[in-house]
């Protein structure tokens, strides 16, 4: 039911993520320039991300929800794990993102390294202008063999 | 025009996502209650009452980077580092010429650095060393850690840095010592497993039965997650390595760089 607030927030949150893949998305593909083009994957796995929290999370009855931390464990007992369990948001999302995030960062900085490069190399990091340079050196090849 | 075509191509491919969404294809979000493997797994992550079938670490989300789906971290690990060394490779000759020059910022900021990078450095052990209790780990940890010296990097000049100790060797040095003590927390329980004649597995953390052995759960009175507690200390010291590595080298000066570039005028 939309009426209700956490429905209602939580849909507010699936439409601008659902609007935030797209504009990564099309950045991704539409964009010329190498480093815009970074930003919109970064965008774009960043997204994914939330997404995936957001799966993990739950309503709690009773009360909001509390983060996958056990931090009673100093009196820990069957009761109070049970309760910690009744209210806890699901860990797997989390850790599964964990890891995501350190690809993407890994991925990045190869990207980043590789546009770097690209500048150093051609003086431009518009796709477009890379495209055209490459055919002309292409062509000096051919001309000098 | 083509962009046009691309625009509707993404607007498609969203709407189609969207649909799924709201068909369930996610469940009902936000969930109303846990998964089964959820519950399975916040119940396993303390409860010392039952040593044999929990990985005694109060923070469920380390215990499942780490223990519940410790190879999986592990080959993160490999894929991680692996684009380090990719990046680090693109700078082959360059990695080794050292004694370049760096312009430092004002008198203020460098004393406030001085202020600053000792916080961050207790920060990042701080989340390190606490991850089995507390939200963080040993990647945030290092992560953290890294930001000290970029931010010296910065303020200092990349010489003061080098002059300091913090050289492009020594980073190596301790990022392969982290990942070596990483492979030998993992292969520990199956040597000592073969030398002692009896059952144990790779990155087996707490004992199992049929399987006794188990790394200490406690420092002191301090749940230590076992395994969890090293590995995250020798992953925080394996990133915050690997990020200095690669700051060291993108920071050298453009002109060192381009050098790296000489003869490849020809065949792209």
């Not at chain 1, 990207?111 to 500048?119: C, E, G, S």
């Not at chain 2, 089964?36 to 797994?41: C, F, M």
């Not at chain 2, 469920?60 to 993160?76: H, P, Q």
């Not at chain 2, 680090?88 to 020059?101: I, M, P, W």
């Amino acid at each position: 039911m939309v009426g209700d607030p956490k429905t209602l927030v939580a849909l507010i949150v699936l439409f601008s993520l659902y609007a935030n893949l797209g504009a990564s998305m099309y950045g991704v593909i539409a964009r010329k320039n190498l480093v815009k083009k970074l930003i919109c994957l970064t965008m774009l796995g960043d997204t994914v991300n939330v997404f995936a929290i957001l799966v993990g999370y739950r309503l709690s009855r009773g009360g909001t929800p509390v983060p996958p931390v056990f931090t009673e464990w100093s009196k820990a007992s069957e009761k109070l794990l049970a309760n910690f369990v009744s209210r806890s948001v699901d860990p797997l999302p989390q850790a599964l993102v964990l890891t995501a995030i350190v690809i993407n960062l890994a991925v990045t900085i190869f990207l980043a390294t590789l546009i770097l490069y690209t500048h150093r190399h051609f003086g431009t990091v518009e796709m477009d202008r890379v495209s055209e340079m490459k055919k002309g050196e292409l062509v000096d090849e051919v001309e000098v063999s | 025009m083509r962009n046009v075509v691309v625009a509707l191509a993404v607007v498609f491919t969203v709407l189609l996502l969207a649909y799924a969404t709201y068909l369930g294809a996610l469940g009902p979000i936000p969930p109303n209650d846990l998964r089964e493997l959820a519950k399975a797994l916040l119940e396993r992550s303390y409860r010392p009452w039952n040593p044999f079938n929990t990985s005694m670490c109060p923070e469920a989300v380390t215990a499942v980077v780490w223990d519940f789906r410790g190879l999986d971290t592990v080959f993160e690990t490999v894929v991680f580092y692996g684009a380090i060394v990719a990046t680090l490779a693109l700078y082959r000759t360059t990695s080794r010429s050292l004694g370049l020059v760096g312009e430092r910022l004002s008198l203020i900021v460098r004393y406030a650095t001085l202020v600053s990078v000792p916080m961050i450095l207790i920060v990042a052990a701080a989340t390190a060393l606490h991850g089995q209790l507390t939200p963080g780990g040993g990647f945030q940890g290092g992560a953290i850690a890294a930001v000290a010296p970029v931010v010296a990097l910065v303020v200092f000049g990349r010489r003061k840095l080098l002059d300091l100790g913090v050289t492009y060797v020594k980073a190596l040095i301790v990022r392969n010592l982290a990942l070596v003590a990483i492979a030998l927390t993992a292969l520990g329980p199956l040597i000592a497993g073969i030398v002692l004649g009896i059952d144990a597995y790779v990155l087996q953390n707490q004992g199992k039965v049929g399987a006794p052995l188990s790394y200490p759960p406690w420092i002191l009175d301090v749940p230590s997650g076992g395994s969890v507690i090293l590995f995250n200390i020798f992953e925080a010291l394996a990133v915050a390595a690997g990020f200095t590595l690669v700051f060291l080298t993108l920071a050298l000066d453009e002109e060192t760089a381009r050098r790296e570039l000489v003869g490849e005028d020809r065949g792209w």
